[in-house]
């Protein structure tokens, strides 16, 4: 005989609270007080009080026109602050976009909610023949799916449908919806790949999922023509930011500030300041690197040209020299970034704690 959770996991009158607003907030219509009773299996004195309660607080609404029950504003409102604080869902728009444009299937982002699964976002296919998923779909996390060696779960969501699924981090999944004719056996590997390719998988198709990134993947990442972000303090005590073209040798970021430039006068001050890079598609890779920025004594302006002639090589396909000529005759700052903190990421798992960037050289000699 199973055994029953005990009142302190389990309050019941909180337990009815959830299946209440759960049941309105899934439902695509406001519901009375009586087909409400029925669908959560309380009784009405009992779930009018609970009501009662949940609209004094703005959780739930009650029409004027005929005292059917709906979400209130402030259950919106704390909807759309958990969505925030749900970092896969910053990311989901874009993936999902991808995936429905290349499949024309439906795709769902499952977040781990106790021990199953809660549908948090859906992105409806463009198939004449798709799936359309009802709101406040849960699920429990292990009847439904079996993980094969390439990293992808699927499984029966119901009659006719099949799903496929790829971790975006240790709480989350992406995953395609549709007809099982379409998405099972080998009909279903072009969805599969799209599934991985999205989700990180590597040439191979071998799952790479979230975690830090390698020596040598940071610096073939950090080679690319990508657009650094420097954030530092300004006079009036506010945070500002910068876009700029950074070259990385493997241990420290150049950066060459263009004449009058209002942020080389802010870090001459205050040299404390951060560096970001990222890319917006996946795997999803980022680069955060905090520390003093410093100007390098640079007499001759070797550094200088040799750095100069790297990011325009780099970024503008230009001929070098002909840059350095149109700016012979401007000042020569050089300012370099040797990170005393760098965290280097891929996927969407947040890292608990920075790496050092002594730690990061020791893994690369």
Do not use: C
């Not at 309660?53 to 005929?66: A, Q, W, Y």
């Not at 989350?172 to 004719?181: N, T």
């Not at 009909?187 to 040598?216: F, H, K, M, Q």
């Not at 690319?224 to 070259?247: C, F, H, I, K, R």
């Amino acid at each position: 005989m199973a055994q029953q959770p005990s009142y302190r996991e389990r309050v019941p009158a909180v337990a009815r609270a959830v299946r209440a607003l759960e049941h309105l907030a899934s439902s695509q219509q406001p519901l009375s007080l009586s087909a409400l009773s029925k669908a959560i299996e309380v009784g009405p004195s009992s779930l009018l009080a609970i009501l009662t309660t949940l609209r004094n607080m703005g959780l739930v609404s009650r029409s004027p026109r005929d005292g059917h029950y709906l979400p209130g504003p402030r259950l919106v409102a704390l909807g759309t602050a958990a969505a925030q604080r749900l970092e896969p869902l910053h990311a989901f728009d874009l993936l999902a976009s991808e995936l429905v444009e290349l499949l024309g299937e439906t795709v769902l982002l499952w977040i781990q909610q106790g021990d199953g699964l809660a549908m948090a976002a859906v992105r409806e296919g463009t198939q004449p023949l798709r799936y359309v998923p009802t709101l406040g779909l849960r699920l429990p996390a292990t009847d439904w799916a079996s993980s094969s060696s390439d990293g992808i779960a699927e499984g029966q969501l119901e009659p006719g449908v099949w799903l496929l699924a790829a971790p975006l981090d240790e709480h989350a999944l992406l995953a395609i919806v549709g007809p099982d004719v379409r998405l099972t056996g080998p009909a279903g590997e072009p969805a599969r790949a799209a599934l991985r390719s999205v989700t990180g998988g590597d040439a191979n198709g071998a799952w790479a999922g979230a975690g830090p990134i390698e020596p040598r993947e940071l610096d073939a990442f950090l080679t690319q023509a990508l657009v650094a972000s420097l954030s530092y303090l300004s006079d009036d005590g506010y945070p500002a930011s910068v876009p700029l073209w950074y070259d990385w040798d493997g241990r420290a970021f150049w950066l060459v500030p263009s004449p009058a430039a209002e942020w080389a006068e802010h870090v001459r001050r205050n040299p404390r300041v951060s560096l970001s890079v990222s890319e917006s598609t996946p795997p999803l890779r980022r680069v955060l690197a905090r520390g003093p920025i410093l100007a390098v004594d640079d007499p001759d302006a070797s550094q200088w040209r040799s750095v100069e002639g790297r990011l325009a090589a780099r970024y503008a396909r230009l001929d070098p020299s002909r840059l350095l000529e149109g700016r012979s005759g401007q000042a020569r700052t050089l300012l370099r970034l040797a990170p005393e903190q760098l965290i280097a990421w891929r996927g969407l798992l947040r890292p608990q704690q920075p790496a050092s960037i002594s730690a990061r050289t020791e893994q690369s000699a």
